[in-house]
T-cell receptor
Framework: GDSVTQMEGPVTLSEEAFLTINCTYTATGYPSLFWYVQYPGEGLQLLLKATKADDKGSNKGFEATYRKETTSFHLEKGSVQVSDSAVYFCALSGGGGSYIPTFGRGTSLIVHP | SQTIHQWPATLVQPVGSPLSLECTVEGTSNPNLYWYRQAAGRGLQLLFYSVGIGQISSEVPQNLSASRPQDRQFILSSKKLLLSDSGFYLC????????????FGPGTRLTVT
């Protein structure tokens, strides 16, 4: 079945540092890929998405590129802020026609001032 | 615009008591609906999903059940809570459109004592 693997956390950075959170996937067909963010005590919010190979999703300074050749969708941000501290989930759906999403386990990001 | 509501926000219940969590969606019709549980410090576990009124699929055998009495209403229930039912319960919907992205409610924090 489909699976998503994210790097273990927590990731701890200083403010204005560069962020990369790795995500790789295994899926049948051509899934859509997503990053969601969860702030403490809240539900998940869609951060960005990409629906086909080489698409780049971007939002709020975050970017991720759908790399079919490496089956990856790494999340990056050039300069993190304290307010970016949250848990980030990589996910896929639509592979093989299934709309049921598959989520990674989440990566906690802690940004210090 | 679409919104999703969950209530209650927090709940403390004794072992063996019943449970009813409600989720409603506004601003869309015939959504796919989902219930997830998130244990402390862990990822998302899909519990139930529904593609239409009265259509419920269960992902995990347990003492929980779900119902969809109306198009935009999704209810999670239990007749007798266990300690292991404690967690953060999230409702989500998707429209099945471009990429099947999900939109999450604010969550219900359930503590079984």
């Amino acid at each position: 079945g489909d699976s998503v693997t994210q790097m273990e956390g927590p990731v701890t950075l200083s403010e204005e540092a560069f962020l990369t959170i790795n995500c790789t996937y295994t899926a049948t067909g051509y899934p859509s890929l997503f990053w969601y963010v969860q702030y403490p005590g809240e539900g998940l919010q869609l951060l960005l998405k990409a629906t086909k190979a080489d698409d780049k999703g971007s939002n709020k300074g975050f970017e991720a590129t759908y790399r079919k050749e490496t089956t990856s969708f790494h999340l990056e941000k050039g300069s993190v802020q304290v307010s970016d501290s949250a848990v980030y989930f990589c996910a896929l759906s639509g592979g093989g026609g299934s709309y049921i999403p598959t989520f990674g386990r989440g990566t906690s990001l802690i940004v210090h001032p | 615009s679409q919104t999703i509501h969950q209530w209650p926000a927090t709940l403390v219940q004794p072992v063996g008591s019943p449970l009813s969590l409600e989720c409603t969606v506004e601003g869309t019709s015939n959504p796919n609906l989902y219930w997830y549980r998130q244990a402390a410090g862990r990822g998302l576990q899909l519990l139930f999903y529904s593609v239409g009124i009265g259509q419920i699929s269960s992902e995990v055998p347990q003492n929980l059940s779900a119902s969809r009495p109306q198009d935009r209403q999704f209810i999670l229930s239990s007749k007798k809570l266990l300690l292991s039912d404690s967690g953060f319960y999230l409702c989500a919907w998707s429209g099945g459109g471009d990429g099947y992205e999900q939109y999450f409610g604010p969550g219900t924090r359930l503590t079984v004592t």
